[in-house]
């Protein structure tokens, strides 16, 4: 199984990026997805989720309004759409798979991970 999230880079605050993910070797209908990300010298922290279906989504509070996360299970894709950048989302940013349709905001849960893309916002 392989994640290999694309889409990063650097953005002046303000701007905005594009994330996919774009899995392998699973059945991706079957798995939930989330993003996490990890910035220096800080834990890896929740970002947002999608059911397997596309109907659920969450986000963490710091994000809500500024990200969506999506997803197209006939291209078998998720991406996190990122507006209103700040310096403080500045991060290596993971896509990860999941079974379990709780507990989504736990590394733990997630059975699958991608290697990660940077995530430079400049102020």
């Known amino acids: 199984v392989q994640l290999q999230a694309s889409g990063g880079g650097s953005v002046q605050a303000g701007g905005s990026l594009r994330l996919s993910c774009a899995p392998s070797?699973?059945?991706?209908?079957?798995?939930?997805m989330g993003w996490f990300r990890q910035a220096p010298g800080k834990e890896r922290e929740f970002v947002a989720y999608?059911?397997?279906?596309?109907?659920?989504?969450y986000y963490a509070d710091v994000v809500r309004g500024r990200f969506t996360i999506s997803r197209d299970n006939y291209d078998q894709a998720v991406y996190l759409e990122m507006n209103r950048l700040k310096p403080e989302d500045t991060a290596v940013y993971y896509c990860?798979?999941?079974?379990?349709?709780?507990?989504?905001?736990?590394?733990?849960?997630?059975?699958?991970w991608g290697q990660g893309t940077q995530v430079t916002v400049s102020s």
């Open positions: 990860a798979a999941t079974s379990a349709s709780t507990r989504w905001h736990l590394e733990g849960t997630y059975k699958y």
């Open positions: 070797g699973l059945s991706f209908n079957a798995y939930a």
């Open positions: 999608i059911s397997r279906g596309g109907t659920n989504t």
